[in-house]
């Protein structure tokens, strides 16, 4: 099937996009590996694309004293080969190497990915782990909100009409585990987990685990393994696919837990 007709726009500044994501039936595009395919299997049918490709003010990947801050527009091959997101955001520099493959890498962008919200994708379970703080541009200035309350629901957040995702700020973190299990490397995750440790104690988010990336509280506020596992139960009841039940995945989060567990309760 081909996508259905649509108006095409490219502003050349923020104040343009603002004045064109204003009009009906307009949507912005970004990378277009999540917007173009559900147009062409008309799930989508957008009167104006709106391509914020060529907006400078939402690339760059800049470290700042506790933050790294990655524009929206940064793809998935740029985060992939950043020595910066590799230093200060170790969480997502593993995590990327789990997206789809490099034709998709090449134009698939952080903002983009963290817009569409996908509760099985990799971007949104590690700005929750992070309490990454996500950056909304409208015409009347700039709104942060922490990951904790901008996943709302299935592919639902916090954007509201009129505003951009314009870049993600994740707070530099002593220690992370970014794990996942899939069919096929590049494939969505059956199940994942997003871990990370400082001072303060453990924040694990789990992808594949419900309508948004889930943060497991209990499980991360006990002190064994053992103790974490079972409190998993109690954070997790992951719906289940066309090729694992409910059960399955939990025991799967179990394991990835397990597997996480030594490097995110080394002493600090
Ligand atoms: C075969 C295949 C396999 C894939 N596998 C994976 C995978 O394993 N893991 C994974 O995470 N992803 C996967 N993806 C999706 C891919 O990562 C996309 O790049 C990503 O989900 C969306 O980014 P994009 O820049 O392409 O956004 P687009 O497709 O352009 O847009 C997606 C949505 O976000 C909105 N949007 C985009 N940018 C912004 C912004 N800055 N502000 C506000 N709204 C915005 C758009 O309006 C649209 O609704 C896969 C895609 C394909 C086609």
Redesign the pocket.
Known sequence: MKAPPFAYAKPKSLAEAFELIERPGA????????????LNMRL?S?ELLVD?TGLNE?KGIEPRPASLRIG??S??AEIEKSEAVAKHAPLLAEAVK????PA??N??????????A?P?????ACAMALNATIV?TGRRGERRVSATHFFKGLFETD?RPG????AAELPKVERSVFLEL?RRH????IIGLAGVADASGKRLAFLGAGATPVLALHASREKSLEDAQRALGRDLDPPADLYHSSATKLHLAKVLLSRAWNTLSKPH
Request: charged share 15%; aromatic share 4%; hydrophobic share 45%.
């Open positions: 949507r912005i595009l970004a990378g277009g590996q999540s917007l173009i395919p559900s989508a957008p914020i939402l929206a527009l793809t998935h789990h997206i789809a493959h998709i890498r134009r698939g962008t952080l903002g983009g990915s963290i817009a569409l996908d099985a994708a990799e971007y949104p909304l954007i505003e951009i995702l314009t899939a590049g494939d969505y995750a």
